[in-house]
């Protein structure tokens, strides 16, 4: 009986590890990123947004779907095109998005907005080639109830907020000590538009007396959300120190992957004896 709790056990701890969100099954029509240029979706034109004359912006807002079996999140995305005549005519001026965008980016070395589709870490989490990029206040709803317990997810700075941390930029001041600035992600969990609790991590932290504790994250962390037990949406949002009369001056970005994961210890030991160890067990209960 032991022997057969033993397995079962272990065959649910395999199943927690394969019901990760990992986006590598996303395809890229193009590039190395996708802010949503390419995928499908509902398109509405706004003349003269910013007054007469000022031409008009196309705006796509569309969805993508990542994971398999139980565990497929929904990610929204809001794409933008600017124009110089009305109707979406005319010569194209530059496009923004806002949402979620995912990427294969490795340029980790280099600053602004430029490089916006840059995680730190300089790959997904473990090595792997694809991760999400945030923008702004975001969500990503299940298309089945996912229980937390016992999983969580890896997050990571993008290089422009660590840049932009680290040294400022005409927008954003550097992060110091003496100012106690912070970088904070909220994570909340949603279960039928109820409020299952909050998780907080910081992406950046100045606030201790030892200067030995000061970080700028720039590695994939594991944030465990079994606080927020079942869910069905997870709502995500930053906030910063640095913010003025406009909102947040620290670039409204942070990286994500493996959503749904367990933690990096219980995944070493799934990976590197859990087969074996399920084997024995097997073995021992036949004799």
Known sequence: MKTHACVIALLAAFSLQASQITLEDLSFASGNHENGEHLTGTETITNDPWGPGSGSIVTKNSTFTSGSGGTIGIFQNTYNRAYDQPDGEGSFQYDFWSGWAYSRVT????????????????????????????????SVSFTAHQNFNGRG???ANTSYAYFSMLDGDPFSKQFTGGDEDWFLLTIEGLNNTASTGTVNFYLADFRSEDVSEHYILDNWSFID??????????????TSSDTGSFGMNTPNFFAIDNIGAIPEPGTLLLLLGGAGVLFSLLRKNRT
């Open 107 to 138: 340029d980790n070395s280099t600053g602004g907005l430029a490089n916006q589709y840059s995680a730190k870490p300089g790959a997904g989490q473990g090595g792997s080639q694809t991760y999400g990029i945030a923008g702004g206040p975001v």
């Open 153 to 155: 997810l890896f997050v």
């Open 225 to 238: 959300l079994s606080p927020l037990g079942t869910v069905d949406t997870l709502a995500f949002t930053l």
